[in-house]
């Protein structure tokens, strides 16, 4: 057993963030190389993921200690549901125990490194989400350890907002009935790849990324545009649409990228666009996916009875690459994303076709990721099992 010390939660500047629909001002961005072991095997990246829930769990604790007064100074937002912040948090410390736990299984073995001083016990860890004590990390890892917690906090910062708005402004924070699914519920260090918006003009950013997938021999859910597709229908035909998304699944993102929590329009974006999914990729039905991803996550908080007569669910997501905001590099979505994984451990990743970060951050992913974690097949999506 590793001492444990007394450490001061490392401060920082508070920072502002906006209410809108274009997200956060200031993004959560890590240097994931400053951690000095790969993490391309299980046992790696179980170590690397033990030491980032030290460091989270601590941020958690910092963040519970927020007034309402503190959160609307932060995030400008003129009202605070305190309930939805402390349903939030609550699962956040369970999840953090439960991926501790899960991470910590090689720690129960007698030929483990006596110095690991990621293998705290679990009761240990349980008590550390109540105080600002944890592991001290190795001087080697000053510089690591002095990043991740301004990441952390920034992201809790991101989480934070979404939280305190819903459900006034719903968003993939929480979920209206269990027919709804964000992948939280994942089996462990089990991700599935998914992308908005598409699809692009002929050969534009949706063909590249579908290539570089086929490449690496993954697939992803491709949540389409109705009036996207419908351009692209017109520029060529069904049968080019189909091959080109050979392999890989398709599903619905309404008809535009607007909001589906308001307006009368929002039943007919959805039923018009899966009618076109189900005309054009005629050859190839169980490419279609039963699932609708609303834009920015909104959506109405009764319109649950509605997805059910229509025999489709709401698809979210729990790793957002933030890859469409212009503060953020290709690099930065690399690490935003590595870091994620480590502390989440199971999900649904994010991206946009139609942007081309994605196309540069997921080969170094892979690379870095290497066997230490299994990417689904987008076809076994619709059937994760929920909590």
Known sequence: MPKLIWLAVISA?????????????????????LWPEPINTPAGFDKASRASLLIYVAMLKEVQGLSDAQMLELFKIKSINRNSVEKWLAKEQALSLSNFQKASTQCLYDDRPDDDWTCVQSATMEQLLGSKEYAKPPKALLAWSENLPGFTRSYLYEQLRLAALFPKVSSEIDRFNDAEWNGDALADRQFYLSFDDGPTRANGNTDRTLKMLTTYKKSAVFFLLGENLDAQLKATNSESLAALYANQCVASHGWQHVSHANGEQWQSSITRTHSLLNSVFTGSASQILPLFRPPYGQRKADSGAFFKAQSLQVA?????????????????????????????????LLFHDIHPKANVALPSLFEALGSSVKWGACGDLEQQEQR
């Open 13 to 33: 500047s508070l920072y502002t963030q906006t209410l809108s629909a274009s997200g956060p001002a200031v993004v959560a961005k890590a240097e994931q190389k």
């Open 316 to 348: 979210l997501w729990n790793l957002d690459s933030q890859d469409w905001n212009a503060q953020v590099s290709a690099n930065d979505v690399l690490n935003r994303m590595l870091t994620l994984m480590l502390i989440k451990r199971h999900g649904v």
